[in-house]
């Protein structure tokens, strides 16, 4: 049967389909439950381009064994060719879900989350495809894109250099990063790269357009003027405008991409097209994929309570970490900006490490500003409130909070705030870390890992109760601040994780699921959520929750559905 199989495989490798078939049917003949049988008769008929029998192999293959992966990679596969990529995108979450140790995994799913306009999905899926396979091309030239077109310059700079180091004749990344380097003002670097590129291209007009802007910029008058010259003949030349009416022809979904082996300078704004690939030589998934996401042992930690910050936080891949848009925080900070275009714009995020010594001196110089202003309102208190926040002077945070409260009763961030700044300094009186402390987990049941034998997985016990009483409860600030604002999913989020933390886990299951309600991108709530559901010994749920986690982006929630169904 192995000889038969190899046969089958050569016969399709080499593109012989008819002769492919009938080894496949010969082996459906010596075992008529053969997968792998149905699998080639599936690969065969989609390379045809016979997507109906193709689909009809997989559809029989996955009502036999809904956990066969790589019928789910063919189902992904034949979706993205019919470019219908929310389906394409549930065939790969349900090969992650189970093996999340494939780069080429994560960089297919991000090109589909692209299609769909969700660029931070699409980044996030990069980015841990390139923590996989670092060297991923495709990856790192997509998610220069993608992190251009959100404004984060300095962190697309860094994958182009990285390209450039692995591939130094990548024009299409050199002229990326000249054009980001002239956007940032670095003139030289910019030069430079648009000199290399304009070596091997003389006849690409808006490389010249750039080079003189560059060098206008740079005081060099005669040479902007010869490149805006060279420019003109370049417009004015038949062959030329036939060959950019050739380059820039739009798709039909208006979203433009090229292939791999599409180096035309022309298309430097365009990312590279992936698509998902069926199994070839080696069908069956097993442990010979290494490096998988599931065999790491992590701590099995519940994200940690959402705070506010003029920083976000960069991780050892130089990844900016996830802000949260919250409406009321938008609008705040839209006033501020509108008041003082220099003013520092705050954000929400996880809490996480301490301030560096660059942002603490930013912080104290604010602070300073703060003092000197003689107008006492209740935006100047909170403002002060959140700076003493972040230089861990809880209880003049609290103070100041409390005032813009009192200034303001309405003010609803300060509420929050001051929730944020009384649990800290409750926990540091506890003598536990500020900045590290996250929701406790109840004790996870055998049960719930499916596991054989009576030894339970421990989890951290919930944390008991302080003793001495915080003079503002952050239960009740953040009660007032879900009923001044009850769309403000992360109040509820930080209310469950509170819950969470004193045992009261029907109460935090339910603000867990109002905050997915309100936002149901809200990964860290799907998370929370799902550990609870693990307390609790529902396999089931708790398993759902952590795969849509894992989907959202919080990639150690594989490991975790790894673990605790064992």
């Known amino acids: 049967m192995g000889l038969q199989y190899n046969l089958s495989i050569a016969l399709l490798q080499d593109k012989r389909y008819a002769a492919a078939d009938s080894a496949a049917q010969r082996l459906l003949e010596i075992d008529p439950k053969n997968k792998d049988a149905y699998r080639i008769l599936a690969q065969s008929a989609l390379e045809r381009k016979d997507t109906v029998s193709a689909t009809r192999q997989v559809d029989y293959l996955l009502a036999k064994d809904s956990t066969y992966l790589p019928a789910h990679l063919l189902r992904a596969q034949i979706a993205a060719e019919r470019k219908d990529y929310k389906t394409s995108i549930r065939a790969l979450d349900r090969v992650l879900a189970q093996d999340a140790g494939d780069a080429n995994l994560y960089v297919n799913r991000a090109i589909m989350r692209y299609h769909l306009n969700d660029l ?59 054009l980001l380097h002239l956007r940032l003002g670095n003139l030289r670097s910019s030069l430079e790269d648009l000199n290399i590129v304009l070596k091997r291209y003389p006849i690409f007009a808006e490389g010249f357009m750039a080079r003189a802007e560059v060098r206008r910029k740079m005081g060099d008058v005669k040479g902007a003027t010869r490149d805006e010259l060279h420019l003109f003949d370049l417009q004015n030349s038949k062959s030329y405008r036939n060959r950019a009416a050739s380059a820039s022809r739009p798709t039909k979904d208006g979203k433009e991409t090229r292939s791999r082996e599409d180096e035309a300078i022309e298309k430097y704004n365009m990312l590279v097209e992936t698509a998902p690939e069926p199994v070839k030589d080696k069908p069956k998934y097993t442990s010979q994929i ?13 994200r940690r309570d959402l705070t506010l910050s003029y920083f976000t936080e960069i991780d050892k891949d130089g990844n900016q970490g996830q802000v949260y848009f919250a409406p009321l925080l938008d609008r705040l900070n839209t006033q501020r900006l509108h008041q003082d275009k220099r003013a520092l714009r705050l954000v929400l995020r996880e809490q996480g490490s301490s301030l560096s010594m660059a942002e603490v001196e930013e912080v104290q ?62 926990e540091a009186e506890r003598g536990r870390p500020v900045e590290q402390s996250a929701p406790s987990t109840p004790q996870v049941r055998a049960a719930a890992t499916g596991a054989k034998g009576t030894t339970p997985v421990e989890l951290p016990l919930p944390a008991p109760p302080p003793t001495r009483v915080v003079e503002y409860s952050p239960l009740t600030d953040l009660n007032q601040a879900i009923t001044q604002a009850p769309t403000f999913a992360f109040a509820y989020y930080n209310r469950a994780n509170l819950y969470a933390k004193t045992g009261d886990v029907e109460r935090a299951k339910q603000d867990y699921t109002k905050a997915i309600e309100l936002n149901p991108l809200f990964a860290e709530s799907y998370f929370n959520r799902g550990l609870l559901y693990y307390s609790e010994g529902k396999v089931k749920e708790g398993t759902s929750d952590l795969s849509r986690a894992g989907e959202l982006g919080l990639y150690k929630a594989y490991s975790l559905i790894k673990r605790m169904n064992k």
């Open 290 to 302: 290494r490096g998988r996401i599931q065999d790491q042992e992590i701590q099995m930690t519940p």
């Open 120 to 178: 931070r999905g699409a980044m996030s899926d990069y980015s841990e495809g390139l923590r996989l396979e670092p060297n991923d091309r495709a990856a790192l030239n997509n998610r220069a894109l993608l992190r251009t077109q959100v404004g984060e310059y300095s962190l697309a700079i860094q994958d182009w250099d990285k390209l450039l180091q692995l591939e130094p004749d990548h024009y299409i990344a050199r002229y990326n990063r000249a």
């Open 365 to 426: 110089k604010h602070l300073i500003q703060l003092n000197a202003q003689t107008e006492k309102t209740a935006q100047l208190s909170f403002l002060k409130g959140i700076d003493h926040l972040l230089l861990q002077d809880l209880g003049a945070a609290i103070s100041a909070l409390t005032e813009a409260i009192e200034r303001d009763p309405s003010f609803t961030l300060a509420y929050f705030a001051r929730s944020i700044a009384s649990l800290r300094r409750s």
